[in-house]
T-cell receptor, first 114, second 110 residues
Framework: DTEVTQTPKHLVMGMTNKKSLKCEQHMGHRAMYWYKQKAKKPPELMFVYSYEKLSINESVPSRFSPECPNSSLLNLHLHALQPEDSALYLC?????????????FGPGTRLTVL | EDQVTQSPEALRLQEGESSSLNCSYTVSGLRGLFWYRQDPGKGPEFLFTLYSAGEEKEKERLKATLTKKESFLHITAPKPEDSATYLCAVLGEYGNKLVFGAGTILRVKS
């Protein structure tokens, strides 16, 4: 089973709201990723967690706050977002972050910031 | 800097009309090349991982090949359900993240 799940599927929020995106995998993977994807563009890496520790932050604004409570869960906390943050947010996981391990993506959360 | 270029940007095929998508890459030591399929509004679906020149992998109507400079995704007798964006990504020896191409949008008409 190579399934990564994400909730919610869709999220509409105002610029003053606080919300969270959730991601879960049960493949025993020890690396988890957050990507942002704008329309007609490839995914852009935001964060990488390796063994539940943040290993890569691609200079993402502090209004995005990742959290990895355990090896199966990954959250992305959102606060004071801007309309330009509207995008498809993708979670992915792989066995580890080192080596050429395949990343498996979830279905994504479509975020709209009003 | 690792780079990936996919061509064509868009491809329209008739059902049953075989063709190939190209992924050209520049990387300092290839650790892996990945093909994904993405339907509109959904996450990328993993297709293949290739590690070394000469390697080939097949799945149903799809076959991926790899040389030292490029990879091809061959689609044999495509069906309308093969319509999607196909993404290619590489991981280089000194890179710590996937580098994606812009993708090829494939439309197969019946």
């Amino acid at each position: 089973d190579t399934e990564v799940t994400q909730t919610p599927k869709h999220l509409v929020m105002g610029m003053t709201n606080k919300k969270s995106l959730k991601c879960e995998q049960h493949m025993g993977h020890r690396a988890m990723y957050w990507y942002k994807q704008k329309a007609k563009k490839p995914p852009e890496l935001m964060f990488v967690y390796s063994y539940e520790k943040l290993s890569i932050n691609e200079s993402v604004p502090s209004r995005f706050s990742p959290e990895c409570p355990n090896s199966s869960l990954l959250n992305l906390h959102l606060h004071a977002l801007q309309p330009e943050d509207s995008a498809l947010y993708l979670c992915a996981s792989s066995q580890t972050s080192g080596g050429a391990n395949t990343q498996y993506f979830g279905p994504g959360t479509r975020l709209t910031v009003l | 800097e690792d780079q990936v270029t996919q061509s064509p940007e868009a491809l329209r095929l008739q059902e049953g009309e075989s063709s190939s998508l190209n992924c050209s890459y520049t990387v300092s030591g290839l650790r892996g090349l990945f093909w994904y399929r993405q339907d509109p509004g959904k996450g990328p679906e993993f297709l293949f991982t290739l590690y070394s020149a000469g390697e080939e992998k097949e799945k149903e109507r799809l076959k991926a090949t790899l040389t030292k400079k490029e990879s091809f995704l061959h689609i044999t007798a495509p069906k309308p359900e093969d319509s999607a964006t196909y993404l290619c990504a590489v991981l280089g020896e000194y890179g710590n993240k996937l580098v994606f191409g812009a993708g090829t949008i494939l439309r197969v008409k019946s």
